[in-house]
């Protein structure tokens, strides 16, 4: 049974660009939440997608946005990258409802120069 | 925001020796849960605690919750070298919330 999958690794970018990060959700999930990690921290909520919508978002700039796919799966985009945006960027999937227990992939460690 | 605050923010053991961690909130809560990081990896779901619950165990994980005092434990027994990472305590999802609203975290080292 596949865990959550997040893709690439690692990233490196320069300031101003825009980076794409992708999560396919653990078999029989079809909710997916995204969370940024900067270093010493705590994860911190952006957004949920549920049935292909934006249902919550946390505190963070229209620069993020995000989708997701018909076969559950997501992409989190940043446009205009800051050195600030520098962290892990962890996907975590749920059942209907993303309610209780949040399956997390490995995460997308990015580095903004 | 951070609603969940650990304390310590550090701790260091000897393997066998038991570790106990605190974490307080600052809202009303529906469920609080406990996650595992190794190495700035993912998060591994430990426990989950409903708010009508006062104590749950999982192996060698012990957790409480006292909503009088908005706070909770989770006490790990017989520690293994293995158990080093930090240790993270989140409220929520509940009712029309949908996130996980994490704390700064707890780093436990557990030396051999």
């Known amino acids: 049974d596949a865990g959550v999958t997040q893709s690439p690794t690692h990233l490196i970018k320069t300031r101003g660009q825009q980076v794409t990060l992708r999560c396919s959700p653990k078999s029989g999930h079809d909710t997916v939440s995204w969370y940024q990690q900067a270093l010493g921290q705590g994860p911190q909520f952006i957004f949920q997608y549920y049935e292909e919508e934006e249902r919550q978002r946390g505190n963070f700039p229209d620069r993020f946005s995000g989708h997701q796919f018909p076969n559950y799966s997501s992409e989190l985009n940043v446009n205009a990258l800051l050195l600030g945006d520098s962290a892990l960027y962890l996907c975590?999937?749920?059942?209907?409802?993303?309610?209780?227990?949040?399956?997390f992939g490995p995460g997308t460690r990015l580095t903004v120069t | 925001s951070q609603q969940g605050e650990e304390d310590p923010q550090a701790l260091s053991i000897q393997e066998g020796e038991n570790a106990t961690m605190n974490c307080s909130y600052k809202t009303s809560i529906n469920n609080l849960q406990w996650y595992r990081q190794n190495s700035g990896r993912g998060l591994v779901h430990l426990i989950l605690i409903r708010s009508n619950e006062r104590e749950k165990h999982s192996g060698r994980l012990r957790v409480t919750l006292d909503t009088s005092k908005k706070s909770s434990s989770l006490l790990i027994t017989a520690s293994r070298a293995a158990d080093t990472a930090s240790y993270f305590c989140a409220t929520g999802p509940g009712g029309s919330n949908y996130k996980l609203t994490f704390g700064k975290g707890t780093l436990l080292t557990v030396n051999p």
């Open positions: 975590a999937s749920s059942t209907t409802g993303g309610a209780y227990e949040q399956y």
